[in-house]
C-alpha cells in the first residue's frame, strides 16, 4: 500500500524490491519523517505502483529507507514531475503518462490514503 503525503517532500519506500533501477546512494542521508524521527536514505529509483485497472503510474525519485512504517508517495512531488494537479477534496487527479487517475481517497490526519 502506498500513502499519498500532503507533507512530503519525496517519495519513500521500505520495500527495495519495489524500485526497479535501484540505485545505492554513494552517500545516504538522513530524511525527517513526520513523527520527527530521523532515518536514512540508502538508495533510489524508479517505481511503478499498479492501479487497480492494472495500468501502473512511473513515480521517480523513490528513495529506500527500510525502517519506516509506510511508503509515501509526495503530492507535490508528484504532481510536479507529471505536470498535473491534486485537489483537497475527496478526489485527487493525476494525468500522467496519458493517462488520467482519479482516485477516491479518505484524507486521516493530511493524507490521502488508498491502494494502488
Same mark, same amino acid.
Given at each position: ?6 507533507? +512530503?517532500?519525496? !517519495?519513500?519506500? /521500505? ?6 533501477? @535501484? ?5 545516504? *542521508? ?9 532515518? #536514512? +536514505? ?5 517505481? !511503478?505502483?499498479?492501479? /487497480? ?10 528513495? #529506500?529507507?527500510?525502517?519506516? +512504517?509506510?511508503?509515501? &508517495? /509526495?503530492?507535490?512531488?508528484l504532481t510536479n514531475d507529471n ?9 485527487? /487527479? ?13 484524507i486521516v490526519q493530511d493524507k @490521502? &490514503? *488508498?491502494?494502488?
Amino acid at each position: 500500500m502506498w500513502i499519498l503525503d500532503i507533507g +512530503a517532500t519525496c !517519495h519513500l519506500t /521500505s520495500r527495495v524490491e519495489w524500485i526497479k533501477d @535501484y540505485k545505492p546512494l554513494e552517500h545516504p *542521508f538522513p530524511v525527517r519523517l513526520g513523527n520527527n524521527g530521523v532515518e #536514512y +536514505a540508502l538508495g533510489h529509483g524508479i517505481a !511503478h505502483p499498479e492501479l /487497480s485497472d492494472g495500468n501502473d503510474i512511473e513515480v521517480n525519485e523513490v528513495y #529506500y529507507i527500510p525502517n519506516i +512504517a509506510q511508503n509515501l &508517495i /509526495s503530492i507535490h512531488k508528484l504532481t510536479n514531475d507529471n505536470n498535473s494537479s491534486s485537489s483537497t477534496t475527496n478526489i485527487v /487527479s493525476f494525468f500522467t503518462r496519458h493517462l488520467v487517475v482519479e482516485v477516491m481517497s479518505l484524507i486521516v490526519q493530511d493524507k @490521502y &490514503i *488508498f491502494t494502488f
